[in-house]
């Protein structure tokens, strides 16, 4: 992990206050005790993730503020913090708590992770954006540009990276416990949530799906283009051109729509492949691929099977795979491992990763590191746990990095997911979408350039239009 570029916690908070223009001074700053708690605000904060991911912050700092577009889960929100002001619009937030603020998680749907953390970043906040960090390579790369511009600190949602299971892989593998590197699989049970032809209705609006039982309160408008009183869909839609209400959007189904989601790949892709990728020291594959079943022009596959091809400086040619979803009834996974040992049942593991080596396999049956073995290898495994020296920093917060992010602010610290190295994972995520939405090609991909040799699939690595009002950019801010 980094040391700090600024020499005390007051400094750095006073050259984020002048980085952003004079906007705001901290509380702290204000002849206050520099110990005093950072005040949070959560932009889509009012339930499900965000809810959580602003209670995490909470556990460290005050929570000032919850914008949310449904209006009932901000009734609920205004009952736990009796004291936050409640917003359906991060703009108007912003313009009337902009010097109250000092930190900001983000949880809204994919679409709206960009245009709400480049808001906070404008005006000099600190930011925690749930995974993936956004749905476009574009607005990843503005995105980590807007954040050095401004000098603010920053940190992912991907709770597996401040965990202590991660740090051991990657000691392990500097240690070269596999050997060398020739393979990468990664998968995962999602879909969960209609993508495919499945999902044909919903997205052209003739159908709404029925809302998750923790979801039922809020209802299911059944009229297209008639959102719900408590539904401010404008402010839903954020930077996506004008589209018609649509039932079941939210507050899930988005995640399978190409607008608005990032699909299986998006969702879990930067927790299960944090491991590897950080472990391998992965860049920016120079050529993708994929099969998959079911793509429509709406909706992410029901099913993928997705290649990244890398040339490692350590390990030469290394493949990533990733598989996703259900081809019919058959789960997208690997083959299972010739040395795992008899009676383990591999249909079961339904998420994870294997890092293939020359001489040893790292098997990890779940979404993050938790469940490390070298298989058919325990010896090698006891050794390993046993001598491997601890060389890594641990994270300020285990299992959650959205406290991790106040304390690394109020210890001027750097955390461990923050966007120097999320949004290359990220990247890697939208890398695979740009295979998975056009199946059967090999892209080439120009790193220096940011760009690939398919024009289709070059379509997707910016949005075609953004409405009035919302367009961000790092050199606008």
Same mark, same amino acid.
């Given at each position: 992990?980094?040391?700090?570029?600024?020499?005390?916690?007051?400094?750095?908070?006073?050259?984020?206050?002048?980085?952003?223009?004079?906007?705001?001074?901290?509380?702290?700053? !204000?002849?206050?005790? $520099?110990? @005093? *708690?950072?005040?949070?605000?959560?932009? +889509?904060?009012? #339930?499900?993730? &965000?809810?959580?991911?602003?209670?995490?912050?909470?556990?460290?700092?005050?929570?000032?503020?919850?914008?949310?577009?449904?209006?009932?889960?901000?009734?609920?929100?205004?009952?736990?913090?009796?004291?936050?002001?409640?917003?359906?619009?991060?703009?108007?937030?912003?313009?009337?708590?902009?010097?109250?603020?000092?930190?900001?998680?983000?949880?809204?749907?994919?679409?709206?992770?960009?245009?709400?953390?480049?808001?906070?970043?404008?005006?000099?906040?600190?930011?925690?954006?749930?995974?993936?960090?956004?749905?476009?390579?574009?607005?990843?790369?503005? !995105?980590?540009?807007? $954040?050095? @511009? *401004?000098?603010?600190?920053?940190?992912? +949602?991907?709770? #597996?990276?401040? &965990?202590?299971?991660?740090?051991?892989?990657?000691?392990?593998?500097?240690?070269?416990?596999?050997?060398?590197?020739?393979?990468?699989?990664?998968?995962?049970?999602?879909?969960?949530?209609?993508?495919?032809?499945?999902?044909?209705?919903?997205?052209?609006?003739?159908?709404?799906?029925?809302?998750?039982?923790?979801?039922?309160?809020?209802?299911?408008?059944?009229?297209?283009?008639?959102?719900?009183?408590?539904?401010?869909?404008?402010?839903?839609?954020?930077?996506?051109?004008?589209?018609?209400?649509?039932?079941?959007?939210?507050?899930?189904?988005?995640?399978?729509?190409?607008?608005?989601?990032?699909?299986?790949?998006?969702?879990?892709?930067?927790?299960?492949?944090?491991?590897?990728?950080?472990?391998?020291?992965?860049?920016?594959?120079?050529?993708?691929?994929?099969?998959?079943?079911?793509?429509?022009?709406?909706?992410?596959?029901?099913?993928?099977?997705?290649?990244?091809?890398?040339?490692?400086?350590?390990?030469?040619?290394?493949?990533?795979?990733?598989?996703?979803?259900?081809?019919?009834?058959?789960?997208?996974?690997?083959?299972?491992?010739?040395?795992?040992?008899?009676?383990?049942?591999?249909?079961?593991?339904?998420?994870?990763?294997?890092?293939?080596?020359?001489?040893?396999?790292?098997?990890?049956?779940?979404?993050?590191?938790?469940?490390?073995?070298?298989?058919?290898?325990?010896?090698?495994?006891?050794?390993?746990?046993?001598?491997?020296?601890?060389?890594?920093?641990?994270?300020?917060?285990?299992?959650?990095?959205?406290?991790?992010?106040?304390?690394?602010?109020?210890?001027?610290?750097?955390?461990?997911?923050?966007?120097?190295?999320?949004?290359?994972?990220?990247?890697?995520?939208?890398?695979?979408?740009?295979?998975?939405?056009?199946?059967?090609?090999?892209?080439?991909?120009?790193?220096?350039?940011?760009?690939?040799?398919?024009?289709?699939?070059?379509?997707?690595?910016?949005?075609?239009?953004?409405?009035?009002?919302?367009?961000?950019?790092?050199?606008?801010?």
């Amino acid at each position: 992990m980094k040391t700090s570029l600024f020499p005390n916690r007051r400094a750095f908070l006073r050259n984020t206050a002048l980085s952003a223009g004079g906007l705001f001074v901290p509380n702290l700053l !204000l002849g206050q005790d $520099a110990a @005093k *708690k950072l005040n949070v605000a959560g932009i +889509g904060g009012a #339930g499900g993730k &965000g809810a959580s991911d602003i209670a995490i912050a909470g556990e460290g700092a005050n929570v000032v503020a919850i914008c949310d577009i449904d209006g009932n889960r901000l009734k609920d929100a205004q009952k736990k913090y009796p004291g936050a002001k409640m917003f359906t619009s991060f703009q108007e937030m912003f313009n009337d708590m902009a010097d109250k603020i000092d930190m900001v998680t983000v949880s809204t749907p994919d679409h709206a992770h960009y245009p709400a953390a480049m808001e906070a970043i404008k005006r000099g906040k600190h930011v925690c954006v749930q995974k993936p960090l956004v749905n476009r390579i574009w607005e990843a790369n503005e !995105l980590h540009a807007a $954040a050095k @511009k *401004k000098g603010v600190k920053t940190n992912m +949602g991907n709770q #597996g990276h401040t &965990g202590e299971q991660i740090r051991q892989l990657k000691e392990w593998m500097n240690a070269g416990v596999v050997g060398n590197v020739k393979e990468i699989h990664v998968w995962t049970n999602r879909p969960i949530w209609p993508q495919g032809t499945a999902a044909k209705d919903i997205y052209t609006g003739k159908a709404a799906p029925k809302p998750r039982k923790k979801d039922e309160a809020n209802g299911v408008a059944e009229a297209v283009g008639q959102a719900p009183a408590h539904v401010n869909w404008q402010q839903w839609l954020a930077q996506v051109p004008e589209h018609p209400y649509m039932p079941g959007l939210h507050p899930f189904a988005w995640r399978g729509s190409v607008d608005f989601g990032a699909g299986a790949m998006g969702d879990m892709g930067c927790h299960i492949m944090d491991g590897p990728f950080w472990a391998c020291e992965l860049g920016e594959p120079y050529k993708i691929e994929a099969e998959v079943g079911d793509l429509t022009d709406m909706s992410w596959p029901a099913w993928s099977h997705v290649i990244c091809h890398f040339k490692h400086v350590k390990y030469g040619e290394i493949k990533l795979h990733w598989y996703e979803g259900k081809n019919g009834d058959v789960p997208m996974k690997p083959a299972r491992p010739a040395k795992l040992e008899d009676g383990r049942d591999f249909n079961k593991m339904i998420g994870g990763f294997m890092i293939v080596g020359d001489e040893d396999t790292i098997l990890n049956p779940g979404d993050y590191c938790e469940a490390l073995e070298i298989v058919g290898n325990r010896p090698k495994l006891a050794k390993f746990f046993k001598e491997t020296p601890k060389t890594l920093e641990r994270s300020l917060a285990p299992g959650k990095p959205q406290l991790e992010l106040v304390r690394a602010i109020e210890q001027d610290k750097i955390a461990g997911s923050n966007f120097d190295y999320s949004v290359p994972l990220t990247k890697l995520c939208l890398l695979g979408n740009l295979a998975i939405g056009n199946p059967g090609k090999v892209i080439g991909w120009d790193s220096a350039k940011q760009e690939s040799d398919n024009a289709d699939a070059n379509k997707m690595i910016k949005r075609a239009a953004v409405r009035s009002g919302w367009e961000y950019s790092a050199a606008g801010i």
